[in-house]
């Protein structure tokens, strides 16, 4: 009997364990398909979201390894989410991640979300969520991450009880539209060590208690209505603390005081204050601050005083702001200690004085604008030493002399030279000329004379040339010619002569030529009323004669300007001008006999005809027809592969044969057995939309080149599958190895099937990426940018060398655009991934060669630290770039990789030797990309 009993209470206890996991295990998926339901659109991304496999394999989901029927991970951040979040996302309890950060989900952030007690990070950036933040997020208490950024429509204020979670690292709210004040509760966050609430409408003060906190380090507070404590010098791990865009006011030395107190914090490495109504003095204690300083920026105030003469004690400045301003006195002598210093600005201030020559020692500046200021005497010679200097800004003072010959043969600038209106004087150096890479050069305004020098016609990508309102004379160069890239030129109000060059039309960027007020003579050209290209143009007050042609913009009255010039005639009736005379060209053409009028174009147009059938005729018999491959092969000797060889190469396009798959189509390992090689094949699907310009991209960049660091093309074929559909594939060589990415970033059990990668490995698969980028930007005609430069795109062969893939969304510059920059209209949009583009696309600028090295140094650095630019650790404020740079030099070895295999056949680890080279190839090769994924691209 007590047998019976213990055999009924074993079965009772296996039943309700087995109903307990039935139960976790249909109220997690239950909850995951409720969570579906409310989603309108998701590009496909959940279509394995249903109960023919487990849920745990469904795409973005994760279990747990103890728990193994228990959701830990809901991870769907980038993937075209539209619709709203399911109130069952409360029923994931055992759920630890949550990240939905970059879709298109609206309505409010549910209540429900209180329930994950075990949740430690929450991802809500970039999306249209509106309402508040659920007070009872305060019983996640195992929060660390709260990062819900960039959801303009979510309201109200921050909940106080985000103050009761003790475990909270990091608090990121910007761009939303919270109010009211920042709560005092916050201030019990003792552990918090990112506090992030820009761009929104806090005010009143900014902590209270703020200085009890021991880890608070980033502290970014701008675009709201704020006032501060004078308890920041208590924050000791305090590395950035911005301010800018607040109504900020201090007026006397005690509302400076929190100045006094940041002098404590010895960490301190960023301080912004700009754009506030601070007024009053500078305050002297600011030459104190660390001199771990490297950004200092108060511009737009209302500051007085003079700059301290002490500046140069902030030894480790990048970058200095102090623009706009109501300044005074002169620059110190000291600036020139700053060797580190990038970026200088002194714009709009009263500043005056000769600009002095140490400026020339800091040989790192990229920057320098000091414009609208009352500066005076010569350009310092020495600002030819600054060799690295992208723009030079002097603007609008009164400077005098001579232009120094070294700042024309300044081999880095590129950015603009503007040295408008001041009165600097003499002819314009010879070497001019050397601005190869210059796209604007400003020198209206000053007392320049003699003539402009040939020399001038070397500057190719100029854009920009401005240098109307001096006294150059003599005839307009022809070398104008060469400077295709030139926009917009203005010669207006000098004293110049001779006639206008016809060769101003062959210039096909040329949108804007001011030339008024000269001495010119001579017609207007006919070529200029051909030019399509021309959107304006000044002739005004010279001695132009003749007849005015009537093409271009010589019939738009808005935009032409001819006044001045009493012997035009002709032209468009709105110009209401004098017929002109007739022309013996006209007379003596009618005298011509009309025989041979109609004969000499008859036999013309019959020898034209002629060579064109014998050359038709002469490539026909050479050429072997293609139906397979589309136009942009037509050039290029392609082995011919059909339909079904692909279908039977890849085993019908089985699963198992499928290596991958992405946007626009699959990849599948194949076997092509009429050639006997082994391949990789890119199936398009053509329902896809951009699939067809994904495909035309890789057949225009890749007929282009020929590289061995770039994947290798086999073929292709462009016909028509069993079904009669369109089918588009791409053959290239096979790889190995497979991804780079695969290597560097192995899987959640440490297992990706590869050894890890050597030192020497990794430095040989760099030298190849970037040979492939070397050849793509300056070693094929016309340059090819890539635009989606990461670790997978990156492929590895046999012998572990690296070949560049996946041109879908390349540009090919054409020989019609400029060399740096091309059109960037476009139906793809933003070019690249998420992590790996350069910020400026992000603000619509046109793709670059610049962007592709922003790539470039996030791949490095990713290739030799192990953590990818979208880990979770790098949120808004903190970027791999920034991780990697605030290592360098001393913490390089504490960053690195550590799977990297350091020996090499070394057989003593420890030797110092060894260690010693490592530890400085690191360093080489992490500062190498460091500085190549700086934030603006003339960086």
């Not at 140490?358 to 790192?364: A, E």
């Not at 890479?437 to 190719?460: A, V």
């Not at 006919?526 to 030019?531: E, H, P």
Request: proline share 4%; aromatic share 6%; charged share 15%.
């Amino acid at each position: 009997m007590l047998l019976l009993q213990l055999l009924l209470l074993l079965s009772a206890t296996a039943t309700n364990s087995a109903t307990a996991s039935s139960s976790s295990h249909d109220g997690d998926e239950g909850a995951l398909l409720a969570f579906k339901a409310k989603i309108s659109s998701h590009s496909g991304v959940l279509d394995s979201w249903n109960q023919s496999t487990s849920y745990c394999s469904w795409e973005g989901v994760t279990c747990g390894k103890q728990h193994r029927w228990r959701v830990v991970s809901l991870n769907l951040s980038s993937k075209g989410l539209a619709g709203t979040i399911s109130p069952a996302i409360g029923n994931l309890t055992f759920m630890r991640l949550l990240d939905l950060s970059y879709n298109s989900l609206h309505d409010e952030i549910p209540a429900s979300i209180g329930s994950l007690m075990r949740l430690r990070r929450l991802h809500l950036v970039q999306n249209t969520l509106t309402g508040v933040i659920p007070s009872n997020i305060s019983r996640c208490i195992s929060l660390r991450e709260i990062i819900i950024q960039n959801n303009k429509g979510l309201q109200g204020s921050i909940p106080a009880e985000i103050g009761n979670l003790p475990a909270l690292s990091f608090l990121g709210l910007d761009n939303n539209s919270i109010s009211g004040t920042i709560q005092s509760s916050l201030g019990n966050l003792s552990r918090l060590a990112v506090l992030s609430l820009s761009d929104n409408y806090l005010e009143g003060l900014i902590l209270a208690g703020i200085g009890n906190n021991p880890y608070l380090g980033f502290l970014q507070l701008s675009d709201n209505d704020l006032s501060v404590p004078a308890e920041l010098g208590k924050l000791q791990q305090l590395e950035v603390f911005a301010l800018d865009e607040n109504m900020l006011e201090a007026n006397n030395e005690e509302e400076w005081e929190f100045i006094d107190s940041l002098v404590n914090c010895s960490r301190l490495q960023g301080l912004d204050i700009g754009f506030n109504r601070f007024s009053g003095k500078l305050p002297t204690p600011l030459v104190n601050l660390s001199i771990n300083l490297r950004w200092l920026q108060i511009s737009n105030n209302n500051i007085s005083g003079v700059i301290p003469s002490d500046i140069g004690n902030l030894v480790g400045l990048e970058e200095l702001d102090f623009s706009i301003n109501l300044l005074t006195g002169v620059i110190p002598e000291s600036i020139g200690k700053l060797t580190r210093l990038q970026q200088l600005a002194f714009a709009s201030n009263y500043l005056s004085g000769h600009l002095p020559s140490s400026i020339g020692n800091l040989s790192s500046l990229l920057q320098v604008y000091a414009g609208d200021n009352s500066f005076e005497g010569p350009i310092p010679p020495s600002f030819g030493n600054l060799r690295k200097l992208l723009l030079l800004g002097l603007p609008n003072n009164s400077l005098t002399g001579l232009i120094p010959s070294e700042i024309m043969e300044l081999p880095s600038i590129s950015m603009f030279l503007d040295l408008s209106n001041n009165m600097l004087e003499g002819p314009l150096p010879l070497e001019v000329g050397s601005l190869v890479y210059l796209r604007q050069l400003f020198l209206s305004g000053n007392n320049f004379s003699g003539e402009i020098p040939d020399t001038i016609g070397n500057c190719r990508v100029m854009e920009f040339l401005l240098m109307d309102g001096n006294s150059f004379q003599g005839s307009i160069p022809a070398t104008f010619k060469n400077m295709t890239g030139l926009t917009v030129l203005n010669l207006t109000d000098n004293k110049l002569n001779g006639s206008i060059p016809g060769n101003f039309a062959t210039l096909t960027n040329l949108q804007e030529l001011y030339l008024g007020h000269n001495n010119l003579s001579g017609t207007i050209p006919d070529l200029l009323g051909n030019s399509t290209s021309l959107l304006r143009l000044d002739l005004s007050y010279n001695n132009l004669q003749g007849e005015i042609p009537k093409g271009g913009v010589l019939k738009n009255l808005t935009r032409l300007s001819i006044i001045g010039n009493n012997a035009l005639c002709g032209g468009i009736p709105q110009l209401h001008l004098p017929k002109c005379a007739s022309f013996c060209a006209r007379k003596n053409r009618k005298d011509i006999p009309k025989f041979l009028r109609i004969t000499i174009p008859t036999i013309g147009s019959l020898i034209l005809l002629f060579l064109v059938w014998a050359g038709f005729h002469h490539r026909k018999s050479k050429t072997v027809p293609k139906k397979d491959l589309p136009p942009q092969f037509a050039e290029i000797e392609l082995p011919i592969v059909l339909y079904n060889d692909i279908l039977k190469g890849t085993n019908e396009f089985s699963e198992a044969n499928m290596l991958g798959k992405g946007r626009y189509g699959r990849v599948y390992k194949g076997t092509l057995e009429n050639q006997a090689i082994v391949v990789t094949v890119k199936v398009f699907n053509v329902q896809q939309s951009g699939s067809y310009k994904s495909f035309q991209a890789k057949c225009e960049a890749l007929r282009r080149v020929r590289h061995r660091c770039l994947l290798k093309i086999i073929t292709c074929c462009s016909s028509i599958n069993h079904q009669g559909q369109d089918f588009r594939a791409l053959v290239f060589e096979f790889m190995a190895n497979g991804s780079l990415d695969g290597w560097i970033h192995p899987n959640l059990d440490g297992q990706n099937g590869h050894r890890a990668l050597s030192l020497s490995q990794r430095m040989d698969i760099a030298v190849d990426i970037v040979d492939a980028l070397d050849y793509l930007h300056n070693g094929c005609q016309p340059l090819i940018i890539h635009c989606d430069l990461k670790p997978s795109n990156i492929l590895l062969n046999q012998e572990m060398r690296a070949c560049v893939g996946d041109f879908g969304i390349a540009r090919v510059l054409d020989e019609t655009t400029s060399t740096q920059h091309i059109n960037s209209s476009s139906t793809i949009g933003i070019r690249g991934s998420i992590g790996y583009i350069a910020p400026e696309y992000g603000e619509g600028l046109a793709v670059s060669t610049s962007g592709d090295v922003f790539s470039l140094g996030i791949t490095l650095i990713e290739m030799f630290i192990g953590k990818s630019p979208t880990d979770d650790i790098f949120r808004y404020g903190i970027s791999l770039h920034y991780y990697a740079e605030a290592a360098l030099p001393d913490k390089i070895m504490e960053i690195a990789d550590s799977n990297i295999s350091l020996h090499d056949g070394v057989n003593n680890s420890n030797d110092t030797r060894h260690i010693t080279r490592t530890r400085e190839c690191l360093l080489a090769v992490i500062q190498l990309g460091v500085l190549c994924s700086k934030q603006l691209p003339t960086e």
